[in-house]
């Protein structure tokens, strides 16, 4: 059913998606994966967050857009900051909200995914927030649902994260103005990293002039370099001209896996402290996703620092989810309209 | 043909009647708030016609409208922007074009999301009628009856000027 974290299937799934998350007009109406979507596209979903972010300095932090609409998040791994976000998110939009545990209910009870999805589609959902441990699974909860009700990704396994890729890419946009001529450095464990592979494409297709992936080669996947991007496995060589720098989480569990010698051993090499970030451009940023670990991948002083962008990040994933929810749903409203014409014309 | 006085003639008496207005209402600091785009442009202009200090503010109704069941969202939505508090402030909303009246209720709704105004008056250069909801302007330069096939529009912002497009059926 949910297809397996094969590098192939996976690539095969994101050209898939690429229809799938589309409508007939090129419109938003799933948002899966950054593959396939456009420089227009992207551009449209930063220009729509910035109203958003207009919208949670107002008194009021709250747009009628969704009103009466029933989003549920339906999150299959465990998840702090994205799920609060993507419910604030959609309450600022005035849905309202289901959060769903899977990983404590019914599927511990034996239940399938797809009689889960059923009997959400039975309370009339318009809209299901997806994160899971596994690739692809979206994807196929998009391929099956009910028409008009939209799949939003909030991380599945390795492969993709584009709502967390994209509050990076506003908070690059509102620090530096432009993507262009930009050396972004991506730090750390690109390997599992969905954040990474989303950041990658997206820098891409918004046109920096350099990806630089800076990490161990343990760390790095196999087709690192078909990617298009600088390797570097030097992080003091690496910091020189950058000015964005984006650390990754190291992932704690990762250490069991002979991966890497130790903790101490990587902050040594690869933990963002004030002497190395001095190596960057001046005016670098420095960005994370979350959660930090201090002084496992990053130094105290520099993630409270005045070159940190990381509480920015925070706010800007609001405004992002909202912009990519009510894009979808708008896209969504578009299908339903086109599928009436069709029928009609039939009639 | 329909006959419409220039932007010129329509603003010296949308001015005119405005500042009546206000006098008679005892509105001494109005805050305008114009709706883009056309609306932001006549702000502009009676901003500087009348010599107020305080700046003008600019709507976005984009997330407000009535119609996203219907058209969903409008791609090009730019940030809402109100440069002061409007809070116990007397609002002057204007807008280029007034019809069914759902942009003011949209614009009105959006308002009270920034704070709990002392009045809000409305400002329309053209009244088309056709009105849908019961929302009225205070001031208007010019009532105006278009046949079915013909739109009108300002453009601008330099120079401003109205247009009348046909449009198919």
Known sequence: MIPATDPVVLSAHDRASRNLQLTGDGQLRHFITLDGLDLVMLTDILDTADSFIEVGERTIKKVPLLRGRTVVNLFFESSTRTRSTFELAAKRLSADVLNLDISTSATSKGETLSDTLLNLEAMASDMFVVRHSQSGAPHFIAESVTPGVAIINAGDGRHAHPTQAMLDMLTIRQNKGSFEGLRVAIVGDILHSRVARSQIRALQTLGVAEVRLIAPGTLLPADAESLGCTIEYDMRRGMADLDVVIMLRLQKERMEGALLPSEREFYRLYGLDTEKLALAKPDCIVMHPGPINRGVEIESAVADGPQSVILNQVTNGIAIRMAVMSMAMSGQVADRAARVRAQEADQ | ?169
């Open chain 2, 1 to 169: 043909m329909t006959d419409i006085p220039e932007v010129p003639v329509l603003l010296d008496r949308l001015e005119q009647r405005l500042k009546d207005f206000l006098e008679e209402k005892g509105i001494d600091r109005p805050l305008l708030v114009g709706i883009r785009t056309g609306g932001v442009w006549l702000a502009e202009a009676l901003h500087a016609r009348l010599g107020l200090i305080e700046p003008w503010g600019e709507l976005d109704i984009s997330f407000y409208r009535d119609d996203f069941s219907r058209i969903g969202l409008n791609p090009r939505v730019t940030p809402s922007h109100l440069p002061f508090e409007t809070e116990d402030r007397d609002l002057v909303l204007v807008d280029d074009v007034i019809m069914s009246g759902r942009t003011i209720r949209a614009a009105m709704n959006e308002l009270f999301d920034y704070g709990r105004p002392s009045s809000i008056s409305l400002v329309a250069l053209i009244d088309l009628g056709e009105r849908e909801l019961p929302i009225q302007p205070d001031v208007a330069a010019c009532p105006l009856k278009l046949p079915p096939h013909q739109r009108v529009k300002l453009t601008g912002p330099q120079p401003l000027a109205v247009e009348i497009r046909e449009v198919r059926a």
